[in-house]
């Protein structure tokens, strides 16, 4: 309702109007326009949730603006009904007030911590370009004529020139409390005033400009009120947990506009005058323009070292977690292991007894399931890397063709196996048996992606760069795939996409991932959803001083 009452408003300024009616009529929409503004911003600022900062601002904002409209009101009334008002003065010393007041406001808003390496270089180019782009434009159009005193434009220049700083360092160091969409509609409600100063100031109050610099204010208010009913509504996420919005403090749009600004107010001079803002405009649209490819600059530089730290960051995280959980999960499988030591002993020694013995089927089953949790076991000490490695030379090819009855085995009858192992140059140091249950860990996660049937792929072929020569053995399947925000976490133990529901809830692809790695090779994934995935793993192959059967215990 509101804003569609505010969409009608600018037509108050195309009527034909003179006179009283005229000003009635823009008076009504002015006093709505603050009205509406400024009780939608008091009625955010009474939420509980909002941060302090930002409820005291919004109520500095909603005040100042119910003032104005209140202002707005006395204006017309003195106007129309000739009643004598306050001086001249009054009206523009309130309108340069309320601007003060809204710097304040802004600078008073949550704020980041202290400016980063990319904010510490961006910030003071914003400014030059922004601001002084903004000086020099607006002073080259609203400069008086000669012998005039300049104070109005000096003051109108200087006004708004400061909340321009302050609407820079909102965009870039501004927390976006409580959501995206509120922080940026706020900025553009309040860039709004901008533009309409502008475009009054490129018609000198007067003419199609000033009616159009009427609607662009008028309008304004919508992104405002949108953003005070989202300040009212939308969630408030924790502190540090709110969202970025990388893309405004990367490519801050009062920076990046004022090259266009310059240049429209520039090809303004040159078709309607005044002939003597032509070179102060043209200055300022070169100077703008020179400084915009180094702002680019800046921005790729920076994102780049900004990727590049945030994956580093999110490794060591990752490596960090995962060391946390190899020590917890040995020191579990020890205790595993020492209690199924006694308790497969002493099953085994009641199952040498007598076959008669009432209890042997109860016992067999005992014994079942604690070699089932030993396995589990020998799979943890071999994630956590203390499992005892025998290291053997091995011809990766003709091991792979002997290990295609085991594959063979896990997988389900509408399942095909393409085996392609060729005898390539090079062996591996590895343990045969560590090496044989991550590949078949690597097998079954691929059968569980094709529960509908499909073909599995083993692939032996071999690998170079910068790591030497190399054996990879690829497990490709064609079941469901894996969407792109799962394969970072893949290989995490006890971490399982949808896609794949596997009985073991994730701990396969961690164990192949750490036997690989044990044995200083690599293990990748590549995959797409309805395409299905391929895991590689690289083995780097043995040089002439390896053992034939060397022992590492670790």
């Not at 708004?160 to 360092?169: E, H, P, R, Y």
């Not at 900025?187 to 662009?216: C, E, K, M, T």
């Not at 009062?254 to 600004?261: D, H, I, S």
């Not at 969407?483 to 701990?507: I, V």
Request: charged share 15%.
């Amino acid at each position: 309702m509101a804003s569609a009452l505010l969409v009608g408003l600018p037509l108050w300024h195309a009527l034909p109007a003179a006179g009283h009616v005229a000003l009635l009529g823009e008076g009504a929409a002015t006093v709505v326009r603050l009205g509406l503004v400024g009780a939608a911003l008091l009625v955010a600022a009474a939420r509980a949730e909002l941060p302090q900062r930002l409820r005291v601002s919004l109520t500095l904002i909603g005040g100042t603006s119910l003032v104005s409209a209140v202002m707005a009101v006395a204006f017309v009334a003195t106007r129309v009904t000739g009643i004598a008002g306050p001086p001249a003065g009054f009206y523009s010393a309130w309108a340069f007030g309320s601007f003060a007041v809204l710097l304040l406001a802004i600078l008073r808003m949550p704020m980041s911590p202290p400016l980063g390496r990319r904010e510490g270089r961006t910030l003071p180019l914003d400014l030059v370009l922004s601001t002084g782009g903004w000086i020099a434009v607006t002073w080259a159009l609203l400069a008086p004529p000669a012998g005039t005193a300049p104070w109005n434009a000096l003051l109108t220049i200087g006004t708004t020139t400061v909340v321009l700083v302050a609407l820079n360092l909102l965009t870039l160091r501004g927390r976006a409390l409580p959501s995206e969409r509120a922080f940026l509609l706020f900025l553009a409600g309040q860039s709004s005033n901008l533009v309409s100063l502008f475009l009054r100031s490129l018609g000198h109050g007067q003419g199609p400009y000033d009616v159009w610099a009427d609607v662009v204010y008028d309008l304004g208010a919508i992104p405002t009120l949108w953003s005070a009913w989202a300040m009212g509504r939308d969630p408030v996420p924790p502190q540090g947990a709110e969202s970025p919005v990388h893309w405004v403090r990367e490519f801050n749009p009062f920076a990046f506009a004022m090259p266009l600004v310059a240049a429209a107010a520039l090809l303004h001079a040159l078709r309607a005058g005044p002939a003597t803002a032509v070179w102060p405009l043209a200055l300022a649209a070169a100077g703008t323009g020179l400084l915009l490819p180094g702002r680019l600059a800046i921005t790729i530089v920076e994102n780049r070292r900004r990727l590049v730290a945030e994956a580093g960051l999110e490794s060591r995280r990752q490596h960090e977690r995962l060391e946390a959980l190899r020590r917890v999960a040995g020191g579990v499988a020890h205790a595993f292991n020492n209690s199924l030591t006694v308790i497969l002993g002493e099953t085994d020694l009641r199952l040498a007894g007598s076959a008669d013995d009432p209890t042997r089927d109860s016992l067999t089953r005992i014994r079942d399931a604690g070699e089932r949790i030993a396995g589990l076991t020998r799979h943890l000490l071999w994630f956590t890397g203390r499992q005892h490695r025998e290291h053997e030379l091995l011809r990766t090819g003709a091991w792979l063709r002997a290990l295609e009855p085991d594959v063979r085995e896990l997988l389900p009858t509408n399942v095909t196996l393409r085996l392609d192992a060729p005898d390539v140059p090079g062996a591996v140091a590895v343990d045969p048996s560590q090496l044989r249950v991550a590949l078949l860990e690597l097998v079954r996660n691929a059968a569980a992606a094709m529960p509908e049937g499909g073909r599995l792929t083993l692939e032996l072929s071999a690998a170079g760069g910068e790591l030497g020569a190399r054996h990879r053995i690829s497990v490709r399947d064609t079941g469901r795939g894996i969407a792109a925000e799962h394969l970072s976490r893949l290989f995490e133990p006890f971490y399982s996409p949808s896609e794949r529901s596997m009985p073991d809830a994730g701990m396969g692809l961690a164990l192949a991932d750490g036997v690989v790695r044990a044995h200083g090779g690599d293990i990748t994934v590549a995959s797409e959803p309805g395409r299905g995935s391929e895991f590689r793993v690289e083995l780097p192959v043995a040089g002439p001083e390896s053992a034939q059967n060397s022992t590492d215990s670790t």
